[in-house]
């Protein structure tokens, strides 16, 4: 073999590893979106590396509005996969998610962990060491005393939604099930939160209205009271829907990279442990991708078997 064959076998395998190369490095690459709210960005972000430190993904991320727009870039193949989609307020699931009545031009992986709750919550001193048999709404009367404030007269106080706007129902509901408290609208989350926290401080007996996942049952040990299971026709009498949330995929997805579907199909992130995140991230005002990195080193035992 002369020296020009040689160099042109050389020159061949140099490029045919070149080009496997690329076409690996192609492969390894996924693009999803940035959630707009905190919670969804910490599912998302607890996902995406574990792809990027156990199975040696990289991924594009995308800032974006949710919602339709993040579906129609799925179903064309500009985005990969995204994460924690709430039924309650994606209406396009009926049309594009099969399990959903769609056509299947975007796929369900499976349940991210993260589960949508309503409720009304009181600490959890008050429950040790005061009403031990405080469980449901209609229990309330027999503790109203506790919950009575000047404001109140004799009647127990509910620090119910924020806003009107919100149409929680809080004082119907109430009413409606002979629960002899006042809904009271503090004006905004902030404040709501505050005087919670407030009376936390201070071992005081409250009724809140809150919901989950949130950082403030992380701040916070609360206890849900039971409310009627949720009837649309029996609204507001009923508590509220819950909303089971997951994460999602263009059709090629789980074919195209099966290790890294099963990871976004076998997530099973709880409601606290977002919320310890959310709180570290939101009101101590630390970086994302530390307390997500932070949470992965420290909870091997929980996420390794979505591997």
Known sequence: MNTMSKAMIAGASVLTLLLGATSAQAEDRLKAPIADWTGGHVTCTVAELILERELGYKI????????????????????????????????????????????????????????????????????????????????????????????????????????????????DRLDLHGVDFVAVELGSETAAWAEAQAAYARKEPFLLYAWEPHWIHAALELVPLKLPDYDADKWPATGWTEDVTFNYANPSFPKDHP?????????????????????????????IYEVVNEWLDNNEDIWKSWL
């Open 60 to 171: 594009e991320r995308i800032s974006m509005p949710s919602g339709t727009n993040v579906a129609e870039a799925i179903a064309a193949g500009d985005l990969d996969f995204a994460c924690e989609n709430w039924p309650s307020y994606n209406a396009w699931n009926a049309e594009m998610i099969e399990e959903y009545g769609g056509d299947g031009s975007v796929v369900y992986l499976g349940d991210a962990g993260i589960i949508g709750i309503s409720s009304y919550y009181v600490p959890k001193y008050f429950i040790d060491e005061v009403a031990p048999d405080l469980a449901s709404l209609e229990q309330l009367n027999k503790y109203k005393e506790h919950f009575a404030t000047l404001e109140t007269g004799g009647k127990g106080r509910l620090i119910a939604c924020p806003t009107p706007a919100w149409e929680c129902a809080d004082q």
């Open 259 to 287: 290790n890294a579907a099963a990871v976004l199909g076998n997530m099973n992130l709880t409601n606290l442990e977002q919320g310890k995140m959310v709180l570290a991230i939101d009101v101590d005002g630390r970086d």
